[in-house]
């Protein structure tokens, strides 16, 4: 079987090298590796999309036919920007799908419409892994699906919480269940649980996924000193972040309502839902 996920991972992985020889400046270098990354891409478009299930799958490495098992792997063509704008929405809106990657806690790492799916998790039967969990929420904000992206990220740590507050012993979990606030089981022990006391990456959550998604700033580029931010339209309360440090930036940056204000110690660009503002040094405070 060709694995659908390792293939984006090889086309993100060339295409970041590409955007690290932009930055400093070797076009050469930059044209070869995205010359990789198009490459890749161009596979996966034609041999790992199905058009009639408008769902990308893994293939047979002979026949190149689908092994049509609905998987988390999928949303790794939105973390390796290679889908469409039409199907990151479509990957989008299954998380919203109780018989597919919604329901109780979002991306799971198998369709609850799947056979194989364990409402115990067993690994990757079913569990809610942070890691990718993460990197497909990172392919929403690629896409501009902020909105979407808020929403299942507040579901996720809302499930994580519940889970150290209402299960003994209260820790963080390798994975965890796709249906009871609870850790996943093991599939290699029978009746144990994963890990606990594990923070490798399920760290990612309350602290990545509530600062990039929640709060929404999710793109930080400290050689352009560009902050983005998908700062939440309904929110009226106040919302933003302090000590945030890129380069030999230091800002806080917080807003209420349509007034923000934000104090820096040098200058850059704050991008809040599309529209730039230039951040000098000291105290800045303007209308969005």
Known sequence: ????????????SANMISKLFEIVDDKSEAEKWNKLYLEKKEIVKNLYFDKEDNFYYDIDCNTHNFYKVMSIASYWTLTSEIATAEQAKALSEHLENPETFG????????????ADFNPDGEYWRGSMWPPTAYAALRGLSNYGLFDEARKSAIKLLDYMYKTYTDFEPHTIWEAYSPTRFEPALNEFRANEYVRGDFCGWSALIPISVFIEHIIGFHRIDAFRKVVEWAKPKDLKNKIGIHNLRFGDILTDIEAKGNICKVKSNGAYTLRINGHDFAISEGENEFLI
């Open 1 to 12: 079987m060709l694995w659908l996920d390792a293939i984006c991972q090889q086309a993100l």
């Open 103 to 114: 329901g109780p806690i979002p991306f799971v790492s198998l369709s609850r419409s799947d």
